[in-house]
């Protein structure tokens, strides 16, 4: 089944032709020229959304705040022609999972859009897998679930790879820099403590998992079944 994407941009050709090229990679798109009519629709839970920071009405902050606060887990690609690296910092606090500055090539966000949707959902193609369990924890990576016992864990997109990473991993140790490679890609702009920072996170929320800080290097999550 195609992957559906809420495509937010208020430059009417602009909103054209990333349709145009989205849908010839195969998604289902859905587009608005600003902000009040999009957020109308967060509740459709569309598999990807692509937002410009500069709408004519509500800004794209204001957008990725309603959408988070509905389903933390849904992906944001954040598009802006202003002041690059302020509002890529920003973005990313808010929760973006990519950033695009303008302008850019059409193929450039298909490119991203693709590694981006793999990532969050995985190959199709794949065969299904079963639910992984760990110690007390039990995690589905198809349907992006953790669960201790019957009660579901609510984690961030981040904060649910970097533990499926680790599980993977599990009793070796990784590098702040290969988790950023993995989790935040190779084009992540920014400083190797928002690593540190979803660890904490993590450790809170799934407290009975032993990750082990290797100071000045890395992480280990250290499991003996």
């Known amino acids: 089944m195609s992957k559906r994407i809420y495509l937010v941009e208020d430059e009417k050709s602009l909103n054209i032709l990333l349709e145009k090229y989205l849908q010839r990679e195969g ?16 509740k459709d839970l569309p598999d990807l959304w692509i937002l410009d920071i500069m709408l004519p009405d509500i800004d794209g902050y204001e957008l990725i705040k309603a959408i988070k606060e509905y389903n933390k ?6 598009m802006s022609a202003r002041n690059e690296e302020l509002d890529r910092v920003v973005g990313l606090e808010l929760g973006s999972d990519d950033y695009l500055s303008k302008p850019f090539l059409p193929r450039e966000l ?5 590694k981006l949707m793999e990532r969050i959902y995985g190959n199709e193609n794949d ?8 110690g007390e924890y039990r995690i589905s990576k198809r349907q992006r679930t953790v669960f ?3 009660n579901e864990i609510q984690l961030t997109n981040k904060e649910f790879e970097l533990l499926n990473y680790l ?3 599990k009793n070796i140790l990784v590098s702040r820099e290969q988790i950023l490679n ?4 190779e084009n992540y702009f920014g400083s190797d403590r928002v690593v540190d ?3 904490r996170r993590l450790r809170k929320k799934v407290n009975k998992l032993n990750i082990e800080t290797v100071y000045g290097y890395g992480y280990k999550l250290v499991f003996k079944s």
């Open 27 to 42: 998604y289902e798109v859905t587009t608005f020229l600003n902000g009040n009519s999009a957020i109308e629709r967060i």
């Open 73 to 78: 887990k849904t992906p944001v690609i954040f």
């Open 110 to 114: 298909v490119i991203r859009t693709n």
């Open 127 to 134: 065969e299904p897998e079963d639910m992984l369990s760990i």
């Open 148 to 150: 201790e016992g019957d």
């Open 167 to 169: 599980v993977k991993n």
């Open 182 to 185: 993995s989790i935040w890609g």
């Open 197 to 199: 920072d979803t660890i």
